[in-house]
């Protein structure tokens, strides 16, 4: 097959960790017979230096023209102090907005050679985790309206948050179809007992609900969903929420899990091109050191094969290298313990490459 991929590697430890996927892929395209062509974009920090705007036009088009987008990291305190408009992560959310990408697919798995470095008691890891955070992407709070006004004397802020029935069947039904090709098990996070959009979810996910009798159906207010996930992450198998509840659970669960720097994420629209990147962010602090784990953007890069591609064979190809490669006791410095050998973002990707 011939694949043309837009490359975002953008700010921080970006470059480096997605020059490690670009090699396992590489090497996965030279095992199997196929071409893998990839285009060069700017998003983020980078596109401000450069262009004065965090997505140019150009650059949306050139993620438009391909067959998915493989991105690094964006963002950095050197553009904290940027209006909102004007900001690396409003690239991302325009982004996310003109590819349509509205679903994002964030697994939380719990490698066992990791387990030791999950914070979460042995008695709790034991029971295993592996669960997916189904999170609607492109509306809710994060794309209503925002405002700060003055009134009596003191600034006023107000952040709208939307949700139509469409949008919310769309992200609906894509967490049954998760969910039927998992466990069968699908919890819907909402606060219906003091919003109306979770009312309305909670609305449209019943009707869905009579279309998938196979899947196990449930629902949950968010705060007590947090508390869940650490209490007992094993109850879970799919979970489906709105985009404010979605980014802030799939982060707590991925910290469970022993290493943000392990986990991919792949961003879904209505057809095959889609988004794929580490949850992690751009980490300038060790940006350039060689330190960074890019693990989680290879395994994004084979998230990108089987969702987008439907190379199923060459996805497995890639996780089975990863394993074997901490079976080999190799670590990055955010997942180093005792009795392992600790090695840098370069090396990491040079074993998974050879293991493939």
């Not at 950095?76 to 590819?99: A, D, I, V, Y």
């Not at 606060?191 to 196979?214: C, G, I």
């Not at 929420?241 to 980014?247: P, Q, R």
Request: aromatic letters at 6%; hydrophobic letters at 40%.
């Amino acid at each position: 097959m011939n694949k043309h991929i837009a490359l975002i590697r953008g700010d921080g430890i970006g470059p480096e960790i997605v020059a490690q996927a670009v090699k396992v892929l590489d090497a996965v395209a030279e095992k199997y017979g196929h071409t893998f062509t990839y285009e060069e974009v700017d998003m983020g920090g980078c596109a401000i230096d450069k262009w004065g705007d965090p997505l140019p036009q150009e650059m949306l088009d050139k993620c438009l023209a391909s067959d998915s987008v493989l991105l690094g990291a964006v963002g950095g305190p050197k553009w904290e102090g940027l209006p909102g408009p004007q900001r690396p992560e409003k690239g991302l959310l325009r982004l996310r907005s003109g590819m349509g990408l509205y679903s994002n697919l964030r697994p939380a798995k719990l490698w066992p050679q990791l387990a030791a470095a999950s914070p979460l008691k042995p008695s709790i890891v034991e029971k295993g985790i592996d669960f997916m955070v189904v999170r609607e992407l492109i509306s809710g709070v994060y794309f209503g309206e925002h405002k700060t006004v003055e009134q009596d004397g003191e600034k006023v802020a107000t952040d709208e948050m939307y949700y139509a029935e469409h949008e919310i069947e769309r992200i609906g039904r894509i967490g049954f179809e998760t969910a039927m090709k998992r466990r069968k098990k699908l919890t819907c996070v909402d606060k219906a007992n003091v919003l109306d959009t979770s009312r309305l979810w909670r609305s449209v996910m019943h009707r869905l609900q009579a279309e998938y009798p196979e899947v196990e159906y449930s629902e949950m207010f968010v705060d007590n969903a947090a508390m869940q996930i650490v209490k007992d992450p094993s109850q879970f198998d799919v979970i489906v929420t709105e985009n404010m509840f979605g980014d802030i659970l799939s982060d707590e669960a991925s910290m469970i899990t022993g290493s943000i720097g392990m986990i991919p994420s792949s961003s879904l629209g209505d057809g095959t091109r889609g988004m794929y990147e580490p949850i992690h962010g751009s980490a300038p602090d060790i940006a350039g050191q060689d330190k960074a784990n890019p693990i989680g953007t290879i395994l994004s890069a084979a998230m990108m094969l089987k969702y987008s591609f439907g190379m199923d064979a060459e996805a497995q190809n890639i996780e089975d290298a990863v394993t074997k490669a901490l079976d080999s006791g190799l670590r990055t410095a955010d997942m180093m313990a005792e009795g392992c050998t600790l090695c840098g973002c370069e090396a990491m990707g040079d074993a998974v490459a050879a293991l493939l």
